[in-house]
């Protein structure tokens, strides 16, 4: 595993526990957006984010699966070539479309893997900000029922 992401493994676990504890202050705690985690719609989310309307990038790489047999655990990765400071995940059609929203340290590789839970079939958004500017991927997720494949 690498140094790097190793080192940024140790350091999430802490926070979090940090959190739980409740030793992360009220101003280290604004820093969440709870604009965008709130948004209903894409528009909402784009502009809480302020990524106005992202473009679509080849540098952008959203790992996921055509077909999701549950839609509680749903893996998904992005990757990007660029210097990325965030990435970001949007299911269209969740109730809250924001899944996911990842700060990215300098000096690491721009790569996020996580599972989101999606409940019906949806266009998925991979978002990565880099120099200022939001750009993205979509892929459709098919969330079968039962593991049918249907």
């Known amino acids: 595993m690498n ?13 979090g526990l940090m959190a739980s504890a409740g030793l992360i202050t009220s101003a280290q705690a604004e820093e969440w957006n709870k604009a965008a985690f709130d948004g209903k719609s894409l528009d909402e989310v784009f502009k809480a984010l302020g990524a106005g309307t992202p473009e679509k990038s080849g540098a952008v790489v959203f790992n996921a699966p055509d077909i999701a047999e549950n839609g509680a655990v749903v893996p998904v990765g992005i990757t990007t070539t660029l210097k990325a ?43 990565v900000k880099a120099d200022g500017k939001w750009f993205m991927a979509v892929k459709e997720i098919k969330v079968t029922l039962g593991g049918c494949g249907g």
């Open 3 to 15: 140094q790097q992401r190793r080192e940024l493994l140790k350091y999430t676990t802490v926070f």
């Open 85 to 127: 400071t965030q990435m970001a995940i949007l299911v269209e059609k969740n109730p809250s479309t924001l899944a996911a929203q990842f700060f990215i340290p300098a000096g690491t590789e721009p790569m996020v893997t996580t599972r989101i839970k999606m409940a019906q079939t949806s266009n998925v958004y991979a978002l």
